[in-house]
Each structure stands twice: as structure tokens, then as C-alpha cells.
């Protein structure tokens, strides 16, 4: 058998490029004379910028800590080993860099074991562990401290999760058997399920300490030494720890049964990180720790093997690397600055612009519209919404006042426009009445001013062709909802310039948004897609399969919600309108429903009925579909779908619509939801032979969001 040194010794060769956290261990005298103790501190040398990882070398650092803090332990040097971080991060987990690499099972077994074997440590010294969490701890950070004997939590700490399940692994080093063992297996699957598959939603330090996981919480300003206080007192027995017990009958079957209903909702059995997940929980149920490692190590080398994992980590990495510098964007140093926005037409979509503009940039917005009514109500949208920020606490009354302040109205473009450097419309779709306002708006905005637009499937090239100075025009395509989707389409015009070009940029990323750069063709990048994905659902529907056939074929891709639901959310009349811009432009491709057309012209809102609390087909929609006599599998539809997804995406590559299929998979993850486990979908479409199929060649080189050669 390995040693845990060996273990970690060839895994560190793998992985070269490790950001190495070394373990300091310094020895003090606890107060109230509680004695001697030792304090290991994760640091990896850089500040908060660089969290604290764990890879190979990282844990035989902590390991080598350990042989000396247990050496003195079994001496009786020490009462106590303590655990902490650098300041303002605690740990955030094992090195994703270092799991890429990985092309063999033994290998990434090994990263489990050696886990394990260090972790387990702490639970096995000859005094009590306690792990002090002062910041951010996610993954493998979390688990050190589930090891510990004890635990406190700094009030201040942001951002606390086990988000394996998110990138396609389970908590591999205890978490799945430690985390139910300590607070029960409902609030257990609460964190690692439900959180998980929530977008990765993060706890607080104040929720940590409410589920039990911590044992007492201290402010983040002397965060350390009054837990080092409260320490002592444990010590000497003047602080007992109560712990609830532990129902491990009926309810424990029932949590685990809630994380498959969750599970099931979301990636509808198309990734299995969490239902391995759910299995260790559901093996965790008789206390039996070394069984639930074994399953951990077993299920951690299964998963880094395996195609969701890359593709989560793909997924992952675009949006922390690629999402925050966006290829092909101009330099920075080209953006004009923007101290006032105009916002053209007031209903809800520019209401919800002027509304993120104001918030972020915290400079003058305008709206005009063109009668006062609707003027009003969009300024009173804004102050709404300001009024809630207010009422939930995350504005105070003085920033309320100030942003309201900030936001006007007016009839006369004139009066709003003449001092705005950026001035964006989001007005009805059609060509001739945006060509009209950007007529309107080039009379009487200064030079300088950048117009953009909030089209999501017309030529910005042919909006600007009739003005004096096109090259000052860009799309700026929002998704709905405009303050949760992060994604932002900049479109460069035949005539857009550089300068216009980098304000944009500079402006999304004051806006917290993910832009990427798209050339300006037919819908751009995510409603074509989408497009000729619905459009082929919608075609087999029309053939004769039935509703409920076509929606369930695409199940197994684990989408945030079906075709026709998705269809609802964005409005069929507005879907109607993408179809009939991309037919125009490749009628061979893409066809206009008559049955879609046929609910738009009933004033229908969808497909679905929700009398029954589930969706169910409307009757009336029923009544108006004449569908053919060919009814296909879920099989065959699925196929179908999927190849003309890959056709499309391979078209848009030739056309260079933009530069790599990376920036396909940022827009679809960021723009429509899809989910990590597919990294888009040029890796699913890849993992199932479906490019090749299609374009006779793969979408990314082997390696990339896939198992290394």
C-alpha cells in the first residue's frame, strides 16, 4: 500500500503549476491559562485576490503540520490545534487546475485518498481540533473544518459552500459523510444538493452558524481572538457544546428522497454528481464513517474521469476567465467615459435598463417616451424598485434618495439627450421605427455620444446606415431578465468603431455584465440558437408528434425548463417575430410555425394551462393545432434537435459570428441558463458524437472539457 506521503508526492507530479499553501504552525499560551496550544495557518503567499487552494503539495504541507502538532499532542506539549487562513479566506477547496490534468482512475483516486488521509488527522489527534473559518470556505476548505472537533465562523464571512455537485464532483473529502452526520441529513442535502444546483448559492457566516455547523460565531473584526477566548473556555470545561441529536429513522430517508425530487427538477438524471452525492448521504444514514470515505474516493475518481466534470470545469473556467476578458475586445484605454445615459422608450424592458444604469454607474438616466403617461410610469418603475433595495436593506435611505435623484424623465429627446454620452433604445422591434428614433437621437445627442441598441435579432449595420456618423452605433443585446442573466451581446456594425466599440465594453463591465463580442448577423448568437432549436421542436410538432413527445425528448439535457415553457417566458408573439427575421435571412433553415402563428393570432400567453399547479396543454391551444401524420420517438426527436443544433453552431463558426466556440458556450450559459454539466453545449454535442456526425469534426480539440488522451 501507498503511504499518503507517496500518494501526494506523485500526484504533485502531475500537477507542476500548483499555487503551493503552505501550513505555518506557531505555538502560544491560550487566555484564562488554558495552556499551551498550536495554531496552523493556510497561506498561500498571496493576498485575498488568489484564494487559498488545495492541491497535492498543498496537502503534504498540512500533512507535515500534522506529524509535527501530533507529535506534540501524544507528548502532552498542547491542549489544542487550532485551523484558520489568511486573512479574509479560510480555504475554497482542491485545485480544479490540477484535476484536468488527470488521465488516469488511479490518479484521481489517489487525490481522494491522500484527502482523506490527511483530513482524517484532525479527528484523530490526542486533543480536541478546532477550525476557525474567518473566510471564504467552500469544498475541501469546508471539509477541514467538518474534520475538526470544532468549529466558530466570523460573522463578516461571505461566502461558505460545498458546490461540487455545481461543477459535476461530490464533496469527496468528507463532506458527503461528515455534513449529515453533524446536522442531519435535511439541512446536509439543503447545502450540498439544493444549493449546489441553485446557481452554487453561497451561505453567509450567520446561516453557517444557524445549521449547526459552527459552534459559536464571533465579528469579523477580532474574529480570532475571541475565539481563541471561547476556546479556552471549552477547554477547561467552563463551555459545553450541545449538539442536536440526530434522527437517523425515517427523516434521514426522506431528506434524501427531497435531494432526488431536487436532482430530478434540475438536471432530470442527465449528470450524476449529485445522485452519487445522494447515495453516499443515504449510505451515511448508519454512522459508519470509513464506509462513507471509501464511497467518497470511489465516486471522486468515477467523476473526474468522466465527461460532466471537464465539461463543468470547462464551463467554470470560461466564466471566471474568459467572461471577465472577452475575446476580441478593443483596448480599454480607447472607451470614452459616460457621466450621463439616455434611455430611449419607457416601458418595462427600458425601465429595467434605466433601473441596472443607474444602479451601477450612479450617474444621471433619462427616459423619453412619447406621451407623458408612459414617461411616469417608467420613472416610477425605477423608484419602485429603488423603494424595495430599500426595504430589504441593501440600500440605505440616503443612496435610495440619491439614485432617485439621479432618474428623470422627458418628452423632448432634445432636452434629455444633449449632454448624454450613451444613449441606448430598447423600442419595438421593427426596423423602420428603430432607424427612426436613431435619426431623432444622431439631431440632437452631442458627437461624442455612442447609440446603441437593444435589438436581439435586426442588422445594427442597417439601423445605422441611414445616419451621418454610423460608426458611433452598437448592439447592446440585454437578456430577460435584464438584473439576473449576466450575459450582454455587443454587436459591431459594418461601420462601428473602435472607440464606440471599447466604451461598450467598458460600460458591460461597469454593468456587471458578461460581454462578448458578436459580428452583427441574424439574431446574433443565443436567439439563433435558441431558434433553431425551438423551430425543430416546433417542426416535429406541427409533423404530427405529440406536445408532450417533443417536450420530454430534450429531458435527458437537463435545461432550466422545457422548449414551450421557455417559449412562454419569452413571449410567443416575440418568438414569432425571431422565427420570421431568421426565415427571411435562411428561409432552408428555419421555418415559421403556423401553429406557432396561429396561438400568437388567439392572443395565447403559451401552450400551458396551470390550473392543476403543472403544466398542462391548454385546450384551446389543442383546438387550434393541425399537426401532420408523423409522429416520431423521443429518440428521433431528440436526434433531430441536436443535429440541428451542431448544424447551426458549425454555420455560425464558418461565419464568424464570433471567434471560438468558447464564446457559444459563455453565451448559452450565461444568456440562456444552460447548465455546467453540458459546458453549453459544443462539449455535449462533442461527448455524444453528434459533431462529428454533422460537421464531420469535433467542435473543441480532444482534452478541452474532455478526459485527456
Same mark, same amino acid.
Given at each position: ?77 498542547? !491542549?489544542? $490545534? ?16 490540477? $484535476? ?17 488521509? %490527511? ?136 431528506? %434524501? ?30 454512522g459508519d464513517l470509513q464506509q462513507g470515505y471509501d464511497a467518497e474516493d470511489q465516486a471522486l475518481a468515477d467523476l473526474i474521469m468522466g465527461g460532466e466534470l ?30 450621463? !445615459? ?52 441593501? $440600500? ?44 431623432? %437621437? ?97 417542426? !416535429? ?58 396561438? !400568437? ?29 408523423? %409522429?416520431?420517438?423521443?429518440?428521433? $426527436? ?72
Amino acid at each position: 500500500m501507498s503511504t499518503t506521503a507517496e500518494l501526494l508526492k506523485g500526484a504533485a507530479e502531475l500537477f507542476p503549476g500548483e499555487v503551493v499553501t503552505s501550513a505555518h504552525v506557531r505555538h502560544f499560551d491560550l487566555p484564562l491559562g488554558a495552556g499551551r496550544f498550536a495554531l496552523v495557518t493556510l497561506d498561500n503567499g498571496h493576498d485575498h485576490t488568489k484564494p487559498t487552494t488545495l492541491g497535492p503539495q498543498s496537502l503534504a504541507n498540512i500533512d507535515a503540520a500534522l506529524d509535527q502538532v501530533e507529535k506534540e499532542a501524544a507528548d502532552g506539549d498542547i !491542549v489544542g $490545534v487550532g485551523v484558520t487562513g489568511k486573512p479574509f479566506i479560510f480555504a475554497v477547496g482542491a485545485d480544479l487546475k490540477g $484535476v484536468e490534468l488527470l488521465k488516469r482512475h488511479e490518479d484521481a483516486l489517489a487525490i481522494g485518498k491522500g484527502g482523506h488521509d %490527511v483530513l482524517k488527522r484532525l479527528a484523530n489527534l490526542a486533543v480536541p481540533s478546532f477550525a476557525y473559518y474567518n473566510g471564504a470556505a467552500m469544498g475541501g476548505g469546508v471539509e477541514i473544518g467538518l474534520h475538526c472537533t470544532y468549529r466558530t465562523v466570523s460573522a463578516a464571512l461571505p461566502a461558505f459552500s460545498l458546490p461540487e455537485v455545481f461543477l459535476g464532483l461530490v464533496p469527496g473529502w468528507g463532506g458527503c459523510t461528515l455534513l449529515p452526520n453533524l446536522i442531519g441529513a435535511d439541512k446536509a442535502v439543503s447545502v450540498i444538493i439544493e444549493n449546489s444546483l441553485n446557481q452554487n448559492k453561497q451561505l453567509k457566516g450567520a446561516q453557517v452558524h444557524e445549521l449547526g455547523i459552527a459552534d459559536a460565531i464571533f465579528e469579523g473584526a477580532d474574529f480570532l481572538e475571541q475565539s481563541l477566548l471561547w476556546t479556552a473556555s471549552v477547554l477547561k470545561g467552563e463551555i459545553t457544546v450541545e449538539r442536536p441529536l440526530i434522527d437517523r429513522g425515517e427523516a434521514w430517508d426522506q431528506a %434524501v428522497a427531497k435531494g432526488r425530487f431536487i436532482a430530478d427538477g434540475k438536471v432530470h438524471g442527465a449528470a450524476p454528481a449529485a445522485y452519487r452525492a445522494l447515495d453516499i448521504i443515504a449510505t451515511a444514514k448508519n454512522g459508519d464513517l470509513q464506509q462513507g470515505y471509501d464511497a467518497e474516493d470511489q465516486a471522486l475518481a468515477d467523476l473526474i474521469m468522466g465527461g460532466e466534470l471537464r465539461s463543468g470545469i470547462y464551463a467554470f473556467n470560461l466564466v471566471q476567465k474568459r467572461g471577465k476578458r472577452p475575446a476580441g475586445a478593443p483596448d480599454k484605454s480607447l472607451a470614452r467615459p459616460v457621466t450621463k !445615459v439616455g434611455v430611449v422608450g419607457a416601458g418595462l424592458m427600458a425601465s429595467q435598463l434605466a433601473l441596472l444604469f443607474l444602479r451601477r454607474l450612479e450617474v444621471p438616466v433619462v427616459l423619453t417616451d412619447i406621451d407623458q403617461e408612459r414617461v411616469d410610469k417608467g420613472v416610477g418603475y425605477v423608484h419602485a424598485e429603488i423603494d424595495k433595495l430599500l426595504g430589504k436593506g441593501r $440600500v440605505n435611505q440616503d443612496k435610495a434618495n440619491r439614485l432617485k435623484a439621479l432618474v428623470t424623465g422627458v418628452l423632448d429627446k432634445a432636452e434629455g439627450f444633449a449632454d448624454a454620452d450613451f444613449v441606448i433604445e430598447a423600442v419595438f422591434e421593427e426596423m423602420g421605427v428603430k432607424q427612426k428614433v436613431f435619426a431623432e %437621437v444622431e439631431a440632437v445627442a452631442p458627437a461624442h455620444a455612442i447609440l446603441a441598441t437593444n435589438t436581439s435579432s435586426l442588422s445594427v449595420s442597417e439601423m445605422a446606415s441611414k445616419l451621418k456618423h454610423p460608426e458611433r452605433v452598437v448592439g447592446f443585446h440585454f437578456f430577460n431578465p435584464v438584473a439576473i442573466l449576466p450575459l450582454l451581446e455587443i454587436v459591431r456594425g459594418e461601420q462601428t468603431d473602435e472607440a464606440a466599440l471599447a466604451t461598450a465594453f467598458g460600460v458591460a463591465k461597469k454593468l456587471k455584465k458578461t460581454a462578448v463580442l458578436v459580428k452583427d448577423a441574424p439574431a446574433f448568437v443565443v436567439n439563433r440558437i435558441l431558434t433553431r432549436f425551438m423551430g425543430e421542436i416546433q417542426n !416535429v410538432i406541427d409533423e404530427g408528434t405529440p406536445v408532450a413527445v417533443a417536450e420530454k425528448a430534450v429531458e435527458p439535457l437537463g435545461l432550466p425548463m422545457s422548449p414551450l415553457v421557455l417559449l412562454e417566458l419569452v413571449g410567443p408573439a416575440i418568438g414569432l417575430h425571431v422565427s420570421e427575421t431568421l426565415n427571411r435571412a435562411f428561409p432552408e433553415r428555419f421555418t415559421v410555425s403556423p401553429n406557432l402563428k396561429a396561438v !400568437v393570432e388567439a392572443g395565447k400567453r403559451g401552450f400551458y394551462v396551470y390550473d392543476s399547479g403543472k403544466p398542462e396543454l391548454d385546450p384551446e391551444v389543442a383546438a387550434l393545432l393541425k399537426q401532420g401524420a408523423s %409522429v416520431l420517438t423521443e429518440e428521433q $426527436v431528440r436526434d433531430r434537435v441536436l443535429d440541428a443544433v451542431a448544424q447551426e453552431i458549425g454555420l455560425m463558426l464558418d461565419e464568424g459570428v464570433v471567434a471560438e466556440a468558447q464564446d457559444v458556450d459563455l453565451c448559452l450559459i450565461t444568456g440562456a441558463g444552460w447548465p455546467f454539466h453540458l459546458g453549453g453545449i459544443t462539449p455535449y454535442l462533442d461527448r455524444e458524437g453528434v459533431s462529428e456526425r454533422v460537421n464531420g469534426k469535433r467542435f473543441l480539440e480532444a482534452g478541452v472539457a474532455s478526459v485527456p488522451a
